[in-house]
């Protein structure tokens, strides 16, 4: 059985910092692309960043670019999203997910991932 578990997130104040990470397993990892999307009241979800199959290839939303680092291991299954930088606009929550794509562009339609995570909630405060 596929379970991506996430953990982190929280409540944070403008500006501040936010780990959170997603641990797989039922799955070989190495196989699999990683992205994480989000979902803010009320809106549709929405792609984050993503990281290939290697981990060598890396696509963020520009929203993100330069505030959230995505970091994918093979060897311990895990992938983590370090968040800074934090924005009320980026309160949502948070989902991992596992695609099998390997086209990085299509990594930020969600339809192409499989597997998802249970969510994290991430609050920030003015």
């Known amino acids: 059985q596929v379970q991506l578990v996430q953990s982190g997130g929280g409540l944070v104040q403008t500006g501040g910092s936010l780990r959170l990470s997603c641990a797989a397993s039922?799955?070989?990892?190495?196989?699999?692309?990683i992205g994480w999307f989000r979902q803010a009241p009320g809106k549709e979800r929405e792609f984050v960043a993503a990281?290939?199959?290697?981990?060598?290839?890396?696509i963020y939303a520009d929203t993100v670019k330069g505030r959230f680092t995505i970091s994918k291991d093979n060897a311990k299954t895990t992938v983590d999203l370090q968040m800074n930088s934090l924005k009320t606009d980026d309160t949502a929550v948070y989902y991992c997910?596992?695609?099998?794509?390997?086209?990085?562009?299509?990594?930020?339609?969600?339809?192409?991932?499989?597997?998802w995570g249970q969510g994290s909630q991430v609050t920030v405060s003015s």
């Open positions: 997910a596992a695609s099998y794509g390997a086209i990085l562009s299509s990594l930020r339609g969600p339809q192409h991932y499989r597997h």
């Open positions: 990281q290939t199959r290697g981990g060598t290839g890396w």
């Open positions: 039922g799955l070989t990892f190495r196989t699999y692309a």
